[in-house]
């Protein structure tokens, strides 16, 4: 878990770097890039801990999960 959470660090820690570097930040660009930045915190997290929590395969299956059964019932019937 120290290994997980040391790159972790790191990773942020050159996302940050890189981030300041950049002088032109207009409002738009930093909510999208705020709103990207703490959902990849998140995932990290359940990355880290291993939780059982919602994540992206669980958002993948609530928005198509229901149409691909459909399609795969489709072409499955005889």
């Not at 999208?32 to 919602?54: D, E, G, P, Q, R």
């Not at 198509?64 to 005889?78: C, H, M």
């Amino acid at each position: 878990m120290f290994e997980k959470i040391l790159i972790m660090f790191v990773v942020y820690l050159l996302i940050g770097y890189s981030r300041l570097l950049q002088h032109n930040r207009r409002r738009k660009e930093n909510i999208v890039y705020s709103t990207l930045i703490l959902i990849s915190l998140y995932l990290s997290y359940i990355f880290i801990m291993n939780a059982n929590a919602f994540n992206l395969d669980d958002l993948f299956e609530l928005l198509f999960g229901q149409p691909a059964r459909a399609v795969l019932a489709y072409f499955t019937s005889p």
